[in-house]
């Protein structure tokens, strides 16, 4: 992924209530307890010595507010409120979004009841559904030229701030590998989905009996695993939303579409190797996350958003993990089988319907800290642990994962693709993908309820 593509989500008609691909996990409240008395933090210390941004004193004293959809860096957040609070003056408190709730429903419900948050960390395609009617124009802000490759725009307007760059793929523990084959993993070595099964059979052969661990959560499934079909057309939002529009004009038949009888190859060959095949729906996500460390399994699909689940199990930022793509197919030189996936997910919009001129502009020197001053650069990566989307920001990631996809973003081996479809699809389909998974259903009866799905939108 090259920093001159412009990611443009805009026309196709779009009215529909909206979710983005990466849902930035999809978990909207903790997988284990936060709170943990006797969990030891382990926090990277920030250099405050030096801060060359100019703070508006005339902000001094005003309070906003941030709702946060993305619940692993809640204290993170905390934190950097706290710090810039510090500095500006300006109190800003960070509100969680409920286990149980979506951001959307939950900003929602903030709007009708007339108590609107200033600032939303929002998935993508809910800054779409809500952007012309709610929020800011946000365009002529100094950030966009630090954006560029990672701006959604509505309209040819901008409405939110892109917080960070997330990606998804097979994460391999390499000492696991290592130490299974006897040999030196080599992951840029994998390059068709052949190539994979062999690592696999490999893998059984000494020692792993099941190594791939699959999540059934429908999120995972609907979302992560299925949206495939979408964005790796051409590896581009454009292409996916092209897609999407043929399937639901009838212009592309599902049945012929090689993409998904792709996808399901690479999905059937994951069930086949996954640890909980004998009862695949019932899985426990976070067990997920301690035999991918522990060796029991060396490849989970996941995102970068597990390192703190990984971490929790006993991994240290030290160790080698790191992404395989998601091989579609046995052809080398298909792009999907040399990139994963990455692209701008959770975006920070700034409400322009009730927030006073004060709170607007209070919001924007909070936005502007986090991409120029020295402090916020560091809090963003360091604190918050986020692949920043800024050209400016001179800090790479601490935790192999993000680290990982960092360095694929900048070596072009990521593509930036985002679906944008309606926000019951991770839902509805991913109930379809559970029945696929645990045998239910055939490949027959799972394309037919993606047809269905799509001819009954709008």
């Known amino acids: 992924m090259k920093r001159n593509l412009m990611t443009r989500v805009t026309a196709f008609g779009i009215v529909t209530v909206l979710t983005t691909v990466m849902l930035t996990g999809c978990r909207f409240g903790f997988a284990s307890d936060p709170d943990d008395p006797n969990e030891v933090e382990k926090e990277i210390p920030i250099d405050t010595s030096v801060d060359t941004f100019e703070y508006d004193s005339a902000l001094d004293g005003t309070s906003i507010t941030l709702l946060n959809s993305k619940a692993e860096i809640q204290v993170a957040l905390e934190k950097m409120a706290a710090e810039f609070e510090g500095k500006s003056g300006v109190h800003v408190e960070v509100m969680p979004v409920t286990d149980g709730d979506s951001p959307y429903t939950k900003v929602v419900s903030m709007y009708n009841s007339g108590n609107a948050p200033t600032l939303s960390i929002l998935d993508t395609t809910d800054v779409i559904a809500l952007a012309e009617e709610k929020a800011e124009d946000l365009s002529d802000e100094e950030w966009i030229l630090e954006a560029e490759g990672y701006l959604t725009e509505v309209g040819g307007k901008v409405y939110s701030f892109p917080l960070c760059v997330e990606g998804r793929g097979l994460i391999y523990n390499k000492a696991v590998i290592e130490k299974a084959l006897g040999e030196e993993f080599n992951p840029d070595g994998i390059t068709t989905q052949e190539e994979f099964v062999e690592l696999l059979d490999r893998l059984v052969e000494n020692g792993i009996a099941k190594p791939v661990s699959l999540a059934k959560e429908d999120w995972s499934l609907g979302a992560h695993h299925l949206q495939y079909i979408y964005e790796t057309s051409d590896g581009t939002s454009e292409g996916a939303q092209e897609t999407i529009e043929s399937i639901k004009d009838g212009k592309l038949e599902l049945d012929t579409y090689d993409r998904l009888s792709d996808f399901l190859d690479m999905f059937d060959v994951l069930k086949k190797y996954n640890v909980a095949k004998g009862d695949p729906l019932g899985a426990d996500y976070d067990e997920m996350a301690i035999d991918l460390v522990d060796g029991k399994t060396a ?118 693709a985002s679906a944008i479809v309606p926000n019951d699809h991770w839902a509805v389909l991913g109930a379809a993908m559970q029945k696929y998974l645990a045998d239910r259903s055939d490949r027959e009866e799972l394309t037919k309820s993606i047809q269905e799905y799509w001819d009954e939108q709008e």
């Not at 800290?369 to 989307?389: A, D, N, R, Y």
Request: glycine share 6%; proline share 7%; aromatic share 14%.
């Open 299 to 416: 490849i989970w699909f996941n995102g970068n958003w597990a390192w703190p689940n990984l971490e929790e199990a006993g991994a240290e930022t030290e160790d080698e993990y790191g992404f395989l793509p998601y091989f579609m197919n046995n052809d080398s030189k298909d792009f999907a089988n040399q990139k994963i996936q990455g692209s701008p997910s959770k975006q920070i919009m700034l409400d322009g319907q009730l927030a006073t001129d004060k709170q607007k502009e209070a919001a924007k020197e909070f936005l502007n800290w986090i991409v120029f001053s020295e402090i916020g650069q560091q809090m963003l990566v360091k604190t918050c642990s986020i692949i920043p989307p800024f050209q400016n920001n001179p800090y790479e990631p601490n935790d192999p994962l993000s680290r990982d996809i960092y360095e694929k973003v900048h070596e072009d081996k990521a593509f930036n």
